[in-house]
Structures are given as structure tokens and as C-alpha cells.
């Protein structure tokens, strides 16, 4: 008879324990599957807003994986009202605790002037951007007093911008004030996040 080398061979198998470990596979498919509807959090309990540019591993450089978060990525990465739609619902009712921004260096809401963008736009909607539905399943919906500049929110300087959305989500009354928020600048050139303000490669080329 072979010798088995696995740590167990002076056991003897428990009888009739299968079948633990099938039911146990079958639950964790069941939450899985059911998770919104059994209100389980996401495994981290946290939210991450992030721009949309294609450059950025969102979950590989905050070490996420599959589960762990809600991921919400537009241009810029900013605070607009649907990331404090998606924040308030998350927050209130799926047991979320902990929100990350992540914006980044080169971002393109960086590479041309509010009147560039706003003249691009104008000239894709044939005519002034005051008539077309910002949101076109809510026509009501409308910038205010607000210019259409600030609605498409360009930066001048991504670490302030990082910290201005930092500050827009702990002060939203939809947001919980025990809700932990963070942000960080993904540097594109070093593959590595910075906390915003905190530019090494500034800092190690001037005499100290
Ligand atoms: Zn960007």
C-alpha cells in the first residue's frame, strides 16, 4: 500500500462531512448571487470614485479584488450629483463605510481651456447648450445659475482638485459624517499613488 503524505493519513475520515462542504459552496453562490437582495456589503464596505481613463487599474493599485468595492468612473473622477446619488444609496442602504477618490496625473480634464470644451460642445449640439437636457431622462434637471463650464468641471491642478472632492463628499448632508473618505493621485509616468500634496519627484530634485 502507498504511503499518503497529506497531514491526515492517522485520522480516520469523519463520516457523512461531504456534504458540509457542498452546502457550504452552495451558500456562498446563494450570496453571491442574492447579495443586494440579503444586504450583504461589499467585501470592503467601500466605494471608489475614479476618472474613467483607460490608464488607470483602479482595483490593482488599491489592491482590490472581485467583491470588494463599488467602482464609479467618470471624466475627472469629480464629485458630480450622481456620485452622490450612487455615495447617499450606497452609504444609507448597502452598509458602505469607506469611500477612496482616485484621480491622476495628465488627466484629460486638464489638456484644454473651459471655453475649448464648451465651444466643442456647443458645436456638437448644433446650437447653446442651455436648451439640450443635461440629463435627458430628467429634462427639470438644469445647472441653475451655474455656467456650463462648471458643469463639465476642467482642472488646473489635479492634487488641489483631489482634495476639493475629498471635502465635497465629508461635507454632502446625504453622506453619513461616520463615513471615512480618502483620495489619492495615480501617477501615470510611476504606476503608483501619491497622497494629494505629496509630489516626491518635486521634492528630490531641489537642494533640501
Ligand atoms: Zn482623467
Given at each position: 500500500?502507498?504511503?499518503?503524505?497529506?497531514?491526515?493519513?492517522?485520522?480516520?475520515?469523519?463520516?457523512?462531512?461531504?456534504?458540509?462542504?457542498?452546502?457550504?459552496?452552495?451558500?456562498?453562490?446563494?450570496?453571491?448571487?442574492?447579495?443586494?437582495?440579503?444586504?450583504?456589503?461589499?467585501?470592503?464596505?467601500?466605494?471608489?470614485?475614479?476618472?474613467?481613463?483607460?490608464?488607470?487599474?483602479?482595483?490593482?493599485?488599491?489592491?482590490?479584488?472581485?467583491?470588494?468595492?463599488?467602482v464609479f468612473r467618470n471624466?475627472?473622477?469629480?464629485?458630480?450629483?450622481?456620485?452622490?446619488?450612487?455615495?447617499?444609496?450606497?452609504?444609507?442602504?448597502?452598509?458602505?463605510?469607506?469611500?477612496?477618490?482616485?484621480?491622476?496625473?495628465?488627466?484629460?480634464?486638464?489638456?484644454?481651456?473651459?471655453?475649448?470644451?464648451?465651444?466643442?460642445?456647443?458645436?456638437?449640439?448644433?446650437?447653446?447648450?442651455?436648451?439640450?437636457?443635461?440629463?435627458?431622462?430628467?429634462?427639470?434637471?438644469?445647472?441653475?445659475?451655474?455656467?456650463?463650464?462648471?458643469?463639465?468641471?476642467?482642472?488646473?491642478?489635479?492634487?488641489?482638485?483631489?482634495?476639493?472632492?475629498i471635502e465635497l463628499l465629508?461635507?454632502?448632508?446625504?453622506?453619513?459624517?461616520?463615513?471615512?473618505?480618502?483620495?489619492?493621485?495615480?501617477?501615470?509616468?510611476?504606476?503608483?499613488?501619491?497622497?494629494?500634496?505629496?509630489?516626491?519627484?518635486?521634492?528630490?530634485?531641489?537642494?533640501?
Open positions: 500500500m502507498p504511503h499518503h503524505t497529506h497531514d491526515h493519513t492517522d485520522d480516520p475520515p469523519e463520516p457523512g462531512r461531504v456534504h458540509e462542504a457542498v452546502d457550504s459552496d452552495i451558500d456562498a453562490r446563494d450570496d453571491w448571487a442574492r447579495r443586494r437582495r440579503k444586504g450583504i456589503p461589499t467585501d470592503k464596505q467601500l466605494l471608489v470614485v475614479a476618472c474613467m481613463d483607460e490608464r488607470i487599474p483602479v482595483e490593482e493599485a488599491l489592491g482590490l479584488e472581485l467583491g470588494d468595492a463599488q471624466a475627472g473622477g469629480k464629485v458630480t450629483d450622481d456620485v452622490i446619488r450612487s455615495a447617499a444609496l450606497t452609504t444609507q442602504f448597502f452598509e458602505t463605510t469607506e469611500i477612496i477618490v482616485v484621480n491622476h496625473t495628465d488627466c484629460g480634464m486638464m489638456s484644454a481651456s473651459d471655453e475649448a470644451v464648451v465651444e466643442g460642445l456647443e458645436a456638437a449640439a448644433g446650437g447653446d447648450l442651455d436648451d439640450v437636457d443635461l440629463d435627458p431622462a430628467l429634462p427639470e434637471l438644469d445647472v441653475g445659475e451655474a455656467t456650463l463650464a462648471d458643469w463639465v468641471r476642467m482642472t488646473d491642478d489635479i492634487d488641489e482638485a483631489c482634495r476639493v472632492q465629508r461635507d454632502h448632508p446625504l453622506i453619513p459624517d461616520e463615513v471615512t473618505v480618502s483620495g489619492y493621485v495615480y501617477e501615470v509616468e510611476s504606476g503608483h499613488l501619491r497622497r494629494p500634496g505629496e509630489r516626491v519627484a518635486d521634492q528630490v530634485n531641489e537642494r533640501v
